[in-house]
């Protein structure tokens, strides 16, 4: 592809749906081995840096997070050259310190699905990558620094996401026990692309944006739609500014990840057993190794 210099992309979830101050704006229809993406990826500069922006739902929020097309989602940012990887999303939370329009750099995360296919490997071809850290610490930490610079939002550094199924929430019951766990926030779409992009070798990181208390909370019951929708926008608002200035620190200068190389010990078949066309398919992925 054309857009190899295309080292940074930015997922949005839920309420963030585009990147206002994108300038140089194309859509792009991307095919991918595993399907369509979620929706075309926009590339345009931010910051003076290209980047590629995905609308995870899709732009009219049409997607449920288990009809998630993950797969094809990383494999698109791959296929542009994507090194750096910032995922959007909001989260309801399970700590009385993260509160409502608070923004959490989760380090951590505890799986919850069940209906979700979640590595590109299988068909002749075994990988096992390390996982016991699945964030970039490195990635991780320019994103608070950058939320830290907003001066007027909370910034919790580090905290355990619990990935659940959906599209319900949970009950009351569940949502303590994950409480119980020591988990920070619950959301239902992050644990697979973080999964997915260590087997691209990408650096991933989540910005979660908490809009709500999870049920557990004495006053969850007061919590409304209208409540929740008003936390999404300003959220949105929010985000746009801290991952504007991600952007440009990582633009300035981009880490090196122990991600970029997560394949390097991860291959258990041999390659000249692996079938053709598990091998084509993943071609992207194996290139460096083949």
């Known amino acids: 592809?054309?857009?190899?210099?295309?080292?940074?992309?930015?997922?949005?979830?839920?309420?963030?749906?585009?990147?206002?101050?994108?300038?140089?704006?194309?859509?792009?229809?991307?095919?991918?081995?595993?399907?369509?993406?979620?929706?075309?990826?926009?590339?345009?500069s931010l910051e003076g840096t290209r980047v590629a922006f995905l609308a995870r739902h899709g732009r009219g929020h049409t997607l449920l997070p288990t009809e998630l097309p993950f797969r094809a989602n990383i494999y698109a940012m791959k296929s542009l050259?994507?090194?750096?990887?910032?995922?959007?999303?909001?989260?309801?939370?399970?700590k009385e310190e993260a509160r409502?329009?608070?923004?959490?750099?989760?380090?951590?995360?505890?799986?919850?699905?069940?209906?979700?296919?979640?590595?590109?490997?299988g068909e002749g071809l075994v990988a096992h990558i390390g996982f016991a850290d699945p964030v970039c610490a490195k990635l991780a930490s320019v994103l608070a620094d950058s939320a830290e610079g907003l001066g007027d939002v909370q910034v919790h550094r580090?905290?355990?996401?619990?990935?659940?199924?959906?599209?319900?929430?949970?009950?009351?019951?569940?949502?303590?026990?994950?409480?119980?766990?020591?988990?920070t926030v619950i959301g239902m779409t992050n644990l697979q692309e973080a999964k997915l992009a260590r087997e691209a070798e990408i650096a991933y990181a989540t910005l979660a944006l908490v809009t709500d208390y999870d049920c557990w909370h004495p006053d969850h019951d007061s919590v409304t739609v209208e409540m929740v929708i008003g936390n999404?926008?300003?959220?949105?608002?929010?985000?746009?500014?801290?991952?504007?200035?991600?952007?440009?620190?990582l633009g300035e200068n981009p880490p090196e990840s122990e991600a970029h190389?997560?394949?390097?010990?991860?291959?258990?078949?041999?390659?000249?057993?692996?079938?053709?066309?598990?091998?084509?398919?993943?071609?992207l992925l194996l290139k460096k190794y083949l």
């Open 81 to 94: 050259g994507v090194e750096y990887l910032i995922s959007a999303s909001a989260v309801g939370s399970l």
């Open 261 to 283: 190389h997560a394949l390097k010990y991860a291959l258990l078949t041999p390659l000249d057993k692996v079938p053709e066309a598990t091998k084509e398919r993943l071609s």
């Open 158 to 183: 580090g905290g355990t996401y619990i990935c659940m199924e959906g599209p319900a929430f949970s009950t009351k019951a569940e949502s303590n026990l994950y409480r119980s766990w020591g988990a």
């Open 100 to 121: 409502p329009l608070d923004m959490v750099i989760p380090d951590q995360f505890i799986d919850r699905t069940r209906h979700r296919v979640d590595t590109f490997f």
């Open 1 to 44: 592809m054309q857009n190899a210099e295309i080292k940074i992309g930015i997922i949005g979830g839920s309420g963030l749906y585009q990147m206002e101050a994108l300038q140089d704006l194309e859509e792009l229809d991307v095919l991918t081995p595993f399907g369509a993406p979620s929706d075309r990826l926009i590339v345009g």
């Open 232 to 249: 999404l926008q300003r959220n949105a608002v929010n985000a746009q500014k801290v991952i504007q200035e991600t952007v440009r620190r």
